[in-house]
């Protein structure tokens, strides 16, 4: 049949129940045995892409995505690819669904198992941490968390600075938002393109031969 992009409501229920969010350091044999026929993990859903896991965690179902992701973390090596892409993409397709279903406490564990399993972080891993915070109303802890990453080596971009003027809005704080409103002003210049030296319309001196100065 036609390949769907949302799962079934069903077919999540089996998803959750194959995995019941064990910790990330779970070895292979502490996983329910549903979990570990086929390369994706659960039986049945071995037709899953990083594409599926994307739509799933736009929608914030978080308990299919963990099921999902879950086993193919625990299993893969390092240097493997996970639903042909790499663990840092992996793990942060799961902080992504964490952030849009506003778990704050889910998306800091998460990242705990990126931190165990020593998963290269990125500008998107803080990212989506500081946005778990800011859709659960803790524009103080979205903001430490954007600067962890920036001390990290990871500067703010404009979607973060974005997503604190309206957290910070939404929380009563204008000072905090007028003051990352003020950043993102200056981020916008500074990535501004140079406007051109000769304006379009100049014409060409008359008598002179192409080319020249």
Not at 3 to 20: E, I
Not at 168 to 187: C, I, K, N, Y
Request: proline share 7%; with cysteine; aromatic share 4%.
């Amino acid at each position: 049949g036609p390949r769907h992009d949302r799962m079934h409501v069903g077919d999540r229920l089996v998803l959750a129940a194959c995995l019941r969010r064990p910790s990330m350091s779970a070895s292979r044999a502490q996983l329910p045995s549903a979990c570990h026929p086929g390369p994706v993990g659960c039986a049945g859903f071995a037709s899953a892409s990083s594409e599926h896991v994307n739509t799933l965690a736009e929608m914030g179902d978080v308990a299919a995505v963990e099921a999902i992701l879950q086993p193919l973390l625990n299993s893969t090596p390092p240097e493997g690819l996970i639903l042909g892409v790499n663990r840092t993409v992996a793990f942060n397709l799961g902080l992504k669904a964490f952030a849009n279903a506003g778990d704050l406490q889910g998306a800091e564990r998460w990242h705990s198992g990126m931190r165990e399993e020593m998963v290269r972080l990125n500008s998107k891993t803080f990212g989506k941490l500081a946005e778990a915070a800011a859709k659960s109303g803790k524009h103080l802890e979205a903001e430490s968390w954007l600067r962890r990453g920036y001390t990290d080596g990871f500067p703010f971009t404009s979607v973060q600075v974005s997503t604190m003027i309206d957290a910070s809005a939404r929380a009563g704080d204008p000072t905090r938002s007028e003051a990352w409103l003020a950043r993102l002003q200056r981020l916008t210049a500074a990535t501004a393109p140079a406007e051109a030296e000769v304006p379009r319309n100049s014409a060409r001196p008359r008598g002179r031969p192409r080319g020249d100065a």
